[in-house]
């Protein structure tokens, strides 16, 4: 062995024949690709520590009184409610169209994406958050529409609600 491999991190051997050899783990280039359900994790996840990072205080997975999901719904610390889809990909975006169904229940509405998501195909309207499993970006802030005052009271005590439900499951 040389002196250059004697201090390199190496690669244990496998069983396969063509795998007894030590092989250097700097010579071995590994390529991370995610599945749409850990992309839509890692999305969500990041997604949530940014809004946590600007003040909101985030719920995952929030039913809406119209029957729809928010993947994320937060509440900023002057009542302002934010909801964020997360898209995972370009085919989940172009499947799943019901996102402007979610207007009615939030004052800024954004998507969430992926680092590799082609932004430039999501309209231009709604905010943009880029984000990966350790944290996010505004990319495009969001418009901001007010919820009417007794509608913003049914969501917020809603999603209070909600909150200690979840925090108090055993």
Same mark, same amino acid.
């Given at each position: 062995?040389?002196?250059?491999?004697?201090?390199?991190?190496?690669?244990a051997?496998? $069983?396969?024949?063509?795998?007894?050899?030590?092989?250097?783990? +700097?010579a071995?280039?590994?390529?991370?690709?995610?599945? *749409?359900?850990? $992309?839509?994790? %890692?999305? $969500?996840?990041?997604? +949530?520590?940014?809004?946590? #990072?600007m003040?909101?205080?985030?719920?995952?997975?929030?039913?809406?009184p119209?029957? *729809?999901?928010a993947?994320?719904?937060?509440?900023?610390k $002057?009542? #302002?409610?934010?909801?964020?889809?997360?898209?995972?990909?370009?085919?989940d975006? *172009?499947?799943?169209r019901?996102?402007g169904?979610?207007?009615?229940?939030? #004052? +800024?509405?954004?998507?969430?994406v992926?680092?590799?998501?082609?932004?430039?195909?999501?309209? #231009?309207?709604?905010?943009?958050?880029? +984000?990966?499993?350790f944290?996010?970006?505004?990319?495009?802030?969001?418009?901001?529409?007010?919820?009417?005052? %007794?509608?913003?009271?049914?969501?917020?005590?809603?999603?209070?609600?909600?909150?200690?439900?979840r925090?108090?499951?055993?």
């Amino acid at each position: 062995m040389d002196g250059w491999s004697q201090h390199q991190p190496y690669l244990a051997p496998g $069983t396969q024949p063509e795998h007894k050899a030590r092989v250097s783990a +700097a010579a071995v280039h590994l390529e991370l690709v995610f599945s *749409r359900p850990e $992309t839509t994790q %890692a999305v $969500t996840r990041g997604a +949530a520590r940014l809004l946590i #990072d600007m003040g909101y205080a985030p719920l995952l997975e929030v039913c809406l009184p119209n029957g *729809r999901r928010a993947d994320v719904m937060a509440v900023g610390k $002057t009542g #302002d409610i934010v909801i964020c889809e997360v898209k995972s990909g370009l085919e989940d975006y *172009r499947v799943d169209r019901k996102w402007g169904e979610y207007a009615p229940f939030c #004052d +800024a509405f954004f998507f969430a994406v992926g680092p590799e998501f082609p932004g430039d195909i999501l309209p #231009d309207h709604p905010g943009l958050i880029v +984000a990966d499993g350790f944290g996010g970006a505004v990319v495009r802030e969001a418009p901001v529409a007010r919820l009417a005052p %007794a509608r913003r009271k049914a969501l917020t005590v809603a999603l209070a609600r909600l909150g200690a439900m979840r925090a108090i499951r055993l």
